[in-house]
């Protein structure tokens, strides 16, 4: 019952198993849709196969382990869900609306995503199976268990004091105290609207922790605070960001990261979205009136009193110096960022910024190299207690991995991780690749995996003739994605202030937009599994009369339990009167998806993906548009996608990482040796980049506080 995050190895892990093993195939290119009585000839049958679904378990901060640890995903047996569902009354009142299900006029604007079918027959797309297992839905608590080995840390760590011996910044060297008392997280996530969010972290801040909070925080530095991946950067932020935000009020923090990942962590947005200039691309003068053109983005820019921001070694620093004037243009010209006060963390032995994909465009620099940087930074903290792994072997591995030192025996203990680890629960570890072709060959084995339908979206893209059509392989947005039941996807894009590029959810069924209206007027939380149960039956009736159903179908629906059919009876009899027809069917379904929320009081939230539109190109006239669902699948994530994250079970395939900071960042997201797995390890395949070394030796000579000069 318990939705627990399996960090802790000696706490009961329960085998969760997927239900519903419905089989509604479709396949091929578009072709008319399926008459109801065809496509109600091949309905469901109810059998008692497995068919467990595939889960990963991430840990601590990770978003992935948030979103298993709801535990949503997860089915509980039908006596526990009665209980539940008798508590929660959540169709007592049930009132049937009489509005109209789905007018046709709706779908004729939703044609720009296809459910394929191939030019089979009718039953060879929907050829269905089914079956129900004795899994358990998980209680929507949370266990996280963080332990941590302390290492050297003296106050001579904090670089800019000037005063640290050499030795307290020594890169490679660290000296061993005893490993700091296991601690728990518990996080409740209610699991009904108005239930009281907790995230009762009882993670206690060491001194370096707070002193970072206290430059922050009371003598309104602007700071730089870095360290070694799980030395609690993040941690730090997050308690930082609650001290901030009862300071100033919440609208005067701006929380940032430089990807969509690594701000959902942190409950914040993208730096770019935060800008408002994208990319910004063009020259300052260029982005500062495009920022003054932008109500939302201006008053965003007025408002902010502190301008955090995350992951910062994959900005550009001249995008940085960029912000900076904007900053200045807009607010102060004399001031760093026109005065607003900063705090910049991150590692820079992790990944770098990434390069434009246009080779004319001048490289990336480090911030640290940035114009800005050298005059804003009043204080720069180097952190050296490592909170992520509690093995003395792997934090020293991972050390020597930073640093790029390979010996013989760096090697060999690598070597050593290269067999399989076997979880005997049925969860998957998560797997990490450099490059996002292996990760969608990754993710679609997963997909394959799962029972059930595979719907089909197809991208509608708008090329004009002036315009290579290549500029769309730059959007996220694929071409083509094939979605199930219970598929882990990724939002991308920023959707409002919370749903964002980056938040991760699970596809709980699919349904009409007007059955997705009606289907929240009338439940509570759709995220229940018998509400998911019975949004899946009347996914597979649309378009069906009640004459029309399958056998299976209807066996499915008797199989409801009694307290429900009335609600499943309303809800068939509105699915039933869909317009079907050639074609319609297929632009019509989208997923309907639990998405991670750390900021919603319940810890999710529920959203009807549609296609949206990714737009590339400088201006209006000269724009290449893709119209898609904004999502893709992410059981397997790229490296760089992965910065931020602690993962529980961990899969690395080194074979073609070329970045430097790479090996690193995937393989010190592992949180244990005996839930790791190593592949294709190369020592040549280690880079460090010269300049980041030489930053990290000369930390001790920065002086403080430096005196603001504009450049
Ligand atoms: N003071 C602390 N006590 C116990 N655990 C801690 C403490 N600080 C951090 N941790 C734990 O250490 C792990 C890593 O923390 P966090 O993700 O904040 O590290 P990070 O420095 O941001 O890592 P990365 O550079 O990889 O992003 C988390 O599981 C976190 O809960």
């Known amino acids: 019952m318990l939705g627990k995050l399996n960090a802790n190895k000696k706490k009961t892990k329960k085998e969760n198993q997927s239900t519903l093993n419905m089989f509604f195939k479709v396949k091929g290119k578009s072709t008319p849709a399926p008459a109801s009585s065809a496509l109600s000839s091949a309905l469901p049958s109810r059998t008692g196969g497995t068919g467990g679904t595939p889960t990963q378990v991430l840990r601590t901060s990770s978003m992935l382990s948030s979103l298993q640890s709801q535990g949503s995903f997860e089915e509980e047996s039908n006596d526990d869900l009665f209980s539940v569902l008798r508590d929660k009354k959540p169709v007592k009142n049930f009132k049937p609306s009489s509005q109209s299900f789905y007018s046709s006029s709706q779908f004729q604007s939703r044609s720009s995503v296809s459910l394929s079918q191939g030019s089979r027959t009718t039953s060879e797309y929907f050829s269905s199976s089914a079956s129900t297992t004795g899994g358990g839905w998980q209680k929507p608590t949370l266990e996280r268990s963080l332990s941590g080995v302390k290492r050297t840390y003296s106050d001579a760590s904090d670089a800019s004091q000037g005063s640290g011996s050499p030795g307290a910044l020594s890169l490679s060297s660290v000296k061993r105290v005893k490993p700091i008392a296991r601690q728990s997280i518990v996080v409740t996530n209610g699991g009904s609207k108005g239930a009281k969010s907790s995230f009762n972290s009882r993670v206690e801040l060491t001194a ?142 992790q990944l770098p910024p990434v390069p434009d994909r246009d080779s004319s465009k001048a490289s990336p620099i480090f911030c640290f190299e940035s114009n800005v940087w050298k005059y804003a930074i009043h204080k720069t903290i180097l952190l050296q207690q490592v909170f992520r792994q509690t093995d003395n072997e792997l934090i020293d591995l991972l050390n020597d991995i930073r640093m790029g030192i390979t010996t013989s025996d760096t090697i060999k203990l690598i070597k050593k991780f290269e067999n399989p680890v076997e979880y005997h629960d049925g969860i998957e570890p998560t797997e990490l690749y450099p490059t996002r072709r292996e990760v969608d060959m990754s993710n679609k084995r997963r997909l394959e995996t799962l029972p059930g339908y595979e719907i089909l979206y197809k991208a509608v893209d708008f090329i004009p003739p002036n315009i290579n059509a290549n500029v769309l ?239």
């Open 208 to 349: 370096e922790q707070k002193k970072v909070i206290e430059y922050v925080c009371k003598d309104r530095l602007n700071v730089f605070y870095t360290g070694s991946a799980g030395t609690g950067k993040s941690v730090i932020l997050r308690s930082m960001i609650s001290t901030l935000n009862s300071k100033y009020g919440k609208d005067a923090v701006a929380v940032t990261a430089s990807t969509g990942l690594a701000a959902v962590n942190i409950g914040g947005i993208t730096i770019n979205k935060f800008s408002g200039v994208g990319i910004g691309q063009g020259d300052a003068n260029r982005l500062i009136n495009m920022v003054k053109r932008n109500k939302t983005s201006l008053s965003r820019w007025k408002r902010t009193k502190v301008l955090i921001v995350d992951e910062i070694s994959m900005i550009d620093g001249m995008f940085l110096d960029k912000l900076d004037a904007i900053g200045r243009g807009l607010l102060n010209r004399s001031k760093p960022f026109g005065g607003i006060q900063l705090v910049f963390t991150g590692d820079f032995f």
């Open 473 to 711: 392989n730059n959007v996220m947005a694929e071409k083509e994605i094939k979605l199930k039941d219970d598929a882990q996807v990724m939002m991308l894009k920023n959707i409002d202030d919370t749903l964002v590029n980056g938040s991760l959810g699970r596809v709980l069924f699919f349904c009409t937009s007007a059955m997705f209206v009606e289907a929240s007027k009338i439940f509570p939380d759709l995220s229940d599994p018998e509400v998911v149960r019975d949004m899946r039956c009347v996914c597979k009736a649309i378009g069906v009369p009640p004459s029309g159903r399958s056998s299976d179908l209807q066996r499915e629906i008797n199989l409801r339990p009694t307290n429900r059919q009335e609600v499943l009876k309303f809800l068939l009899e509105k699915a039933s009167k869909i317009v079907n027809g050639p074609g319609i069917l297929s632009t019509i379904l989208f997923p309907v998806v639990k998405f991670v929320d750390k900021q919603d009081i319940r810890g999710y939230q529920i959203k009807l993906v549609e296609p949206e539109e990714f737009t590339v190109g400088e201006s209006e006239k000269d724009s290449a548009v893709r119209k898609q669902l904004p999502l893709m699948l992410c059981w397997a994530i790229s490296i760089h996608k992965s910065q931020g994250q602690t993962i529980d079970r961990l899969k690395v395939d080194l074979k073609r990482t070329f970045e430097s900071g790479q090996v690193y960042v995937a393989l010190s997201r592992a949180v244990s040796k005996d839930r790791l797995q190593i592949t294709n390890f190369d020592p040549h395949k280690i880079k460090v980049n010269e300049k980041v070394k030489d930053f990290y030796q000369n930390l001790h000579k920065v002086k403080t506080p430096v005196t603001s000069t504009v450049p």
